[in-house]
């Protein structure tokens, strides 16, 4: 049931994606956001330590793409909490077609992270602000966050309708990202047909990030991929 309610887009529906996000959002090329959050679970007795965050509590750390509508499109739900958001994107498929520059045919597609992500060709974050960004950098940071904070309130909706996912009393840590995915599944059906206020609730406001805005260890990139995506974020800081 996963795989049929938590779908990644086809050529068409991605190209029609990210017209609907630049019409919403003013910025171009955006398929989806993605972001990290943390699961809050029992700590299971064996290799404890790997899933104590860094603000010390047990977790699943659950990296999730999410469309215009702030239906989840990818869901990865199988890293423990210690592991850094740029980890859990080079663990998963995902990071791996980035990573390759395989996960979009058409160049001008791309994907929203913060800074925690590294640059590449179809993922876009931020300029680093080194306290020097010029007008045009500083305003593509304004208009990048403003698009990416979609995936934050995606999560803010998911665990203010599901409170389960405040904490997961589970005794078998491999229990844990059953249950996510299926309140994954629940909040894309909500989205689509069941309850017509289910994404106007209060829950939205919310949203907050749970992932650190820090670089964490970086993906290996190759010079001509880092080339290319500073090429791409440069293209759209222009023509914002």
Sequence with gaps: MFTDFVVWPGNTECSSIADQFETACGFPGVVGCVDGTHIHVKAPTADRDSYINRK???????????????????????????????????????????LDDRLFENDELHLLGDAAYPLLPGLMVPFRDNGHLTAAQSRYNVLQSAARSLIERAFGLLKGKFRRLKFLDVTRIDFAPVIIEAACVLHNV????????????????????????????GLPQESALKDKARQKREAIMHRL
Aim: with cysteine; aromatic share 8%; proline share 4%.
């Design 56 to 98: 010390g509590f047990p977790s699943v750390n659950v990296l999730a793409v999410c469309d215009h509508t702030m239906r989840f499109i990818y869901v990865f739900s199988d890293s423990p909490g210690s592991a850094h958001d740029a980890r859990v994107l080079r663990t998963c498929t995902l990071g791996q077609k980035l």
């Design 190 to 217: 909500c989205l689509a047909d069941v309850y017509e206020d289910y994404g106007d609730s209060d829950m939205v406001a919310a949203a907050e990030s749970d992932s650190s805005d820090s670089a964490g260890p």
